[in-house]
T-cell receptor, first 111, second 117 residues
Framework: GQNIDQPTEMTATEGAIVQINCTYQTSGFNGLFWYQQHAGEAPTFLSYNVLDGLEEKGRFSSFLSRSKGYSYLLLKELQMKDSASYLCVVSPNTNAGKSTFGDGTTLTVKP | DAGVTQSPTHLIKTRGQQVTLRCSPISGHKSVSWYQQVLGQGPQFIFQYYEKEERGRGNFPDRFSARQFPNYSSELNVNALLLGDSALYLC????????????????FGAGSRLTVL
């Protein structure tokens, strides 16, 4: 099975940088996703890592270390609209549709 | 293009009743997955269907069932509802079944919020 750990809550200031960490233990791994979920809305895709290293996408970057079972999501130049839950998601060997989600990190951005 | 659409958006049922939730995937997507999200937790995998066949099932009781139609839309049925079934039920579609990639990500609908009294 899969076990995913991420902090429950984080707070940061508008314009700052925040790093949300995720550790996972898995019996099968074929990719790690990060999703953003605003309160009352559906999760939306942010980033995907399958190989070790950093993937950059505008203000968002995601890092993966498969040997350590570790990932982080880096958000730069924080905006108020970045206040949301950030979900770390692991996909098993073969199937994106059977993804395992962490419980999410609720980020609050303050002025 | 329309995204993933789900209906109904909200519904209230009483214990013991049955409910059917519906999902239409993005045009061209052949894989549909269902997730249950309880307040304060991440989504939990219930089912995946591809080409009308069940391709995966999460740790949910037999009261939960689903099917996929020839047009790739899907229904999730829950029988003998319990208070603990109260949750947001999310449907997600992806282009195909198989190895995840940056192109084969899950796209979620807005969900159906079920309240069981």
């Amino acid at each position: 099975g899969q076990n995913i750990d991420q902090p429950t809550e984080m707070t940061a200031t508008e314009g700052a940088i925040v790093q949300i960490n995720c550790t996972y233990q898995t019996s099968g791994f074929n990719g790690l996703f990060w999703y953003q979920q605003h309160a009352g809305e559906a999760p939306t895709f942010l980033s995907y890592n399958v190989l070790d290293g950093l993937e950059e996408k505008g203000r968002f970057s995601s890092f993966l270390s498969r040997s350590k079972g570790y990932s982080y999501l880096l958000l730069k130049e924080l905006q108020m609209k970045d206040s949301a839950s950030y979900l770390c998601v692991v996909s098993p060997n073969t199937n994106a549709g059977k993804s395992t989600f962490g419980d999410g990190t609720t980020l609050t951005v303050k002025p | 293009d329309a995204g993933v659409t789900q209906s109904p958006t909200h519904l209230i049922k009483t214990r013991g009743q049955q409910v059917t939730l519906r999902c239409s995937p993005i045009s061209g997507h052949k894989s549909v997955s269902w997730y249950q999200q309880v307040l304060g937790q991440g989504p939990q995998f219930i089912f995946q269907y591809y080409e009308k066949e069940e391709r995966g099932r999460g740790n949910f009781p037999d009261r939960f069932s689903a099917r996929q139609f020839p047009n790739y839309s899907s229904e999730l049925n829950v029988n003998a509802l319990l208070l603990g079934d109260s949750a947001l039920y999310l449907c997600a579609s992806s282009p195909r079944y198989g190895t995840p990639s940056g192109a084969n990500v899950l796209t979620f609908g807005a969900g159906s919020r079920l309240t069981v009294l």
